[in-house]
């Protein structure tokens, strides 16, 4: 099987060091560069093509938040998972924005980085979960007050039922074996959510799911 091709990009070189002795010791995991700031990201993006760029947002050039847009907009299909000191809501839903698949702080345990590793490059979408569900809170909340919960825009029960497992961080083929349909009927089925709903990507998915309250932040 294919390992999972990773990039990091980190300004510490301790850091980097860190990294690279922990996800070494993982059989499906390489990492095929390094590099120490933004524009350096984006040039080895191009160039190495890894399935995962592992960003951090503090950057002596370019912060992760613009590395990631140009990167997901030169490069769709590369994931980006951020890995940063920064826990707060404002620098989450901003790199989501952006366009990254994940959100790991330094503090995690090594365990959680690995999970999210795998998760982002199965297509999923890895929310710490102790950020997650405070932010998810908060999100909720504003939501409600926005009268955002309303219904849920004409999707069908099934579509509904396929969007929420997205949300949850299930693959296709985990959606497909929990509902017993076909691959290609979820993805037909999300393909159609996203047209319902003017969506291009599956974070603009799960922050929809968190306006419409569909994600059990108790879970």
Same mark, same amino acid.
């Given at each position: 099987?294919?390992?999972?091709?990773?990039?990091?990009?980190?300004?510490?070189?301790?850091?980097?060091?860190?990294?690279?002795?922990? @996800?070494?010791?993982?059989?499906?995991?390489?990492?095929?560069?390094?590099?120490?700031?933004?524009?350096?990201?984006?040039?080895?993006?191009?160039? @190495?093509?890894?399935?995962?760029?592992?960003?951090?947002?503090?950057?002596?050039? %370019?912060?992760?938040?613009?590395?990631?847009?140009?990167?997901?907009?030169?490069?769709?299909?590369?994931?980006?998972?951020?890995?940063?000191?920064?826990?707060?809501d404002e620098?989450?839903?901003? %790199?989501?924005?952006?366009?990254?698949?994940?959100?790991?702080?330094?503090?995690?345990?090594?365990?959680?980085?690995?999970a999210a590793?795998?998760?982002?490059?199965?297509?999923?979408?890895f929310l710490?979960?102790?950020?997650?569900?405070?932010?998810?809170?908060?999100? %909720?909340?504003?939501?409600?007050?926005?009268?955002?919960?309303?219904?849920?825009?004409?999707?069908?029960?099934?579509?509904?039922?396929?969007?929420?497992?997205?949300?949850?961080?299930?693959?296709?083929?985990?959606?497909?074996?929990?509902?017993?349909?076909?691959?290609?009927?979820?993805?037909?089925?999300?393909?159609?959510?996203?047209?319902?709903?003017?969506?291009?990507?599956?974070?603009?998915?799960?922050?929809?799911?968190?306006?419409?309250? %569909?994600?059990?932040?108790?879970?």
């Amino acid at each position: 099987m294919p390992k999972i091709r990773l990039l990091m990009v980190d300004d510490h070189e301790i850091v980097r060091a860190g990294l690279r002795m922990l @996800l070494q010791t993982q059989p499906d995991i390489e990492i095929v560069g390094e590099v120490s700031n933004g524009r350096a990201a984006i040039a080895q993006a191009r160039q @190495l093509l890894p399935d995962i760029v592992l960003m951090d947002i503090s950057l002596p050039d %370019m912060d992760g938040f613009e590395a990631t847009r140009q990167i997901k907009r030169a490069l769709p299909n590369v994931a980006i998972l951020a890995l940063t000191m920064h826990e707060s809501d404002e620098y989450f839903f901003k %790199m989501l924005n952006a366009g990254a698949s994940g959100y790991v702080p330094k503090k995690a345990a090594p365990t959680d980085l690995v999970a999210a590793i795998r998760t982002v490059h199965d297509g999923g979408v890895f929310l710490y979960p102790s950020l997650a569900k405070s932010l998810v809170r908060d999100y %909720m909340g504003r939501a409600a007050e926005s009268g955002e919960r309303a219904a849920l825009d004409g999707l069908t029960d099934r579509e509904q039922e396929v969007l929420k497992l997205i949300a949850d961080g299930s693959t296709n083929q985990e959606i497909a074996d929990k509902l017993t349909i076909s691959v290609k009927t979820v993805e037909r089925h999300r393909a159609n959510i996203m047209g319902k709903l003017n969506l291009h990507s599956r974070t603009e998915l799960v922050k929809y799911a968190i306006r419409k309250g %569909m994600i059990d932040v108790e879970g």
